[in-house]
């Protein structure tokens, strides 16, 4: 591909020496072989010492936000982020315009909504793509996922395949990192949702309002085509007042919108309820427990049905969802406790788990958690004080520690769940913890085991080693079951 034709559309603010010339790799990592190299250093001395290693590496043509002293053609732009993700678009022909693509940000709920949405779709007979944390999907191909959004270039990549594969949609998460970081910039959303938006993510953003101003992109500047809200959320309620997008649908349990959900009852197994789509009705049941899941299957429901799909289609695609790995997975011992896993990780998904799972349960609630190294520390007292206030028992632990250590991450919890309740003990090793946890459960109880969800690895100094919650209670489980077997035999 000619450079002209590679950044056709993006804001230049001058050319140097740039001549046309044919590209055919392109790269913002200086240790890579290309032909062209994104310099995304603000820095001017580290911006030439990677330019120097990526002209080493065969680069001929460097795109830089300023213009710098080097003896290679450069194109300077406004936006250098926002001009890579043109290019990742150009380069692999923008395969987003020929299939319609659902976008759904927010802070909790995007993972099991990709899999509604995508269930649904297919039930109507539909090829599905789809994009997220936990993996990517193409036709039924799952590959593996490294953020929850791809940088611009993998993520073009996996649209071409998908429009290749002759995919009618494709759902995707969208984080507030890809919308800051402009990754999304090129790509039209047939639907946008907003799931809901609490504290995360404050050790990037800073607050609140810095981390809603980056959600809010995603249904600025025309990128959205219909705008899908959770209005009984405060952001979400905000978003849609002031929302351009040409149609905006809200959704809700407690505040007005247009479509809401009546007759709600859950158990560990699930929920059941009644919708009211504007006022096209239906029942349904949803496989994964939690009342907050009802809020993803609402959305879900207002998305789908704005794009012309019939309420039975709606109820038996949101009933094909079995499980989605890592979003309240539950288990039973054959000593009569549950387990749910669960991916929260952050205050409000905290509350929101361990509220849905005490009010189902008969016994104690024991509750398994850390928190992730060398991210947002002000919420590591906040949610020792929601387990401190909603569980029976708390078991402090490790989580991805990352580059800390994993006891200070402990003692910065350990200083609000003691403003609660002197019933807990810190456990670092997160195996023994679980362990634990199901060692002193009774008939009745229900461990929870939240923050790492679906991961099968632990973060620690830079290293990923194995690790897998479900893994660890399966086999816990199995061992129960093998000497309730013995006992019965004896």
């Known amino acids: 591909m000619q450079i002209n034709q590679l950044i056709e559309g993006i804001d ?3 050319l140097s020496k740039v001549n046309n010339q044919e590209i055919n790799t392109v790269s913002f990592n200086c240790e890579e072989k290309c032909d062209l190299f994104i310099n995304l250093k603000t820095d001017v001395e580290q911006s030439l010492n990677d330019i120097e290693k990526a002209k080493m590496n065969g680069a001929k043509v460097v795109i830089t936000q300023n213009e710098l002293s080097i003896d290679l053609p450069q194109v300077i732009v406004k936006d250098v982020r926002s001009a890579m993700a043109l290019m990742a678009c150009n380069f692999y022909g923008n395969p987003s315009k020929n299939m319609k693509i659902i976008g759904i940000t927010g802070t909790n709920g995007k993972t099991t909504s990709t899999y509604i949405i995508k269930s649904i779709l297919e039930n109507a007979g539909n090829k599905v793509g789809l994009i997220g944390t936990n993996c990517n999907i193409i036709d039924n191909q799952i590959l593996p996922a490294h953020l929850t959004t791809p940088d611009p270039f ?11 594969n002759k995919c009618d949609y494709v759902v995707m998460e969208v984080s507030a990192h890809s919308l800051y970081f402009n990754k999304v910039d090129g790509i039209y959303f047939e639907v946008g949702i907003f799931t809901n938006l609490t504290q995360d993510h404050l050790d990037f953003f800073g607050n609140m309002q810095s981390y809603a101003q980056a959600k809010s992109q995603l249904f600025k500047n025309n990128r959205c085509k219909i705008a899908v809200f959770n209005v009984d959320d405060e952001f979400g309620h905000i978003f849609a007042r002031f929302c351009n997008c040409p149609r905006v649908i809200s959704f809700a349990l407690n ?32 496989n994964i427990g939690g009342r907050y899941n009802v809020y993803n299957v609402l959305g879900c429901v207002a998305c789908c049905h704005t794009l012309g799909i019939d309420m039975e289609t709606i109820t038996k695609g949101v009933e094909a969802v079995v499980s989605v790995d890592g979003r309240y997975n539950t288990f039973t011992s054959p000593r009569g406790y549950g387990v749910v896993i669960d991916y929260a990780h952050t205050p409000d998904g905290l509350e929101n788990l361990l509220k849905s799972v005490k009010e189902l349960t008969t016994g104690r609630l024991i509750t398994v958690f850390g928190c992730g190294g060398n991210r947002d520390k002000t919420k590591r007292p906040l949610m020792g004080k929601i387990s401190g206030q909603l569980s029976n028992i708390s078991i402090l632990t490790s989580d991805n520690p990352r580059f800390e250590e994993p006891i200070d991450i402990i003692d910065d919890i350990e200083s609000g769940i003691k403003m609660k309740t002197d019933s807990y003990i810190k456990i670092e090793n997160r195996k023994n913890a679980i362990e634990y946890a199901t060692k002193i459960a009774q008939k009745g109880d229900t461990v929870v085991i939240a923050g790492k969800g679906q991961e099968t690895y632990q973060d620690i100094k830079g290293i990923k080693h194995h690790f897998s919650d479900k893994e660890i209670v399966e ?12 006992q019965l035999q004896v």
Do not use: T, W, Y
């Open 154 to 164: 993998e993520l073009q990549s996996l649209l071409k395949q998908m429009s290749d």
């Open 475 to 486: 086999d816990i489980l199995e061992q129960e079951r093998s000497r309730k077997e013995l």
């Open 255 to 286: 505040n007005p919108s247009d479509v809401f959900a009546v007759n709600v009852k859950v158990d560990l197994s699930g929920s059941s309820f009644f919708v009211n789509a504007m006022d096209d009705l239906g029942q349904m049941h949803f």
């Open 12 to 14: 230049l603010v001058s």
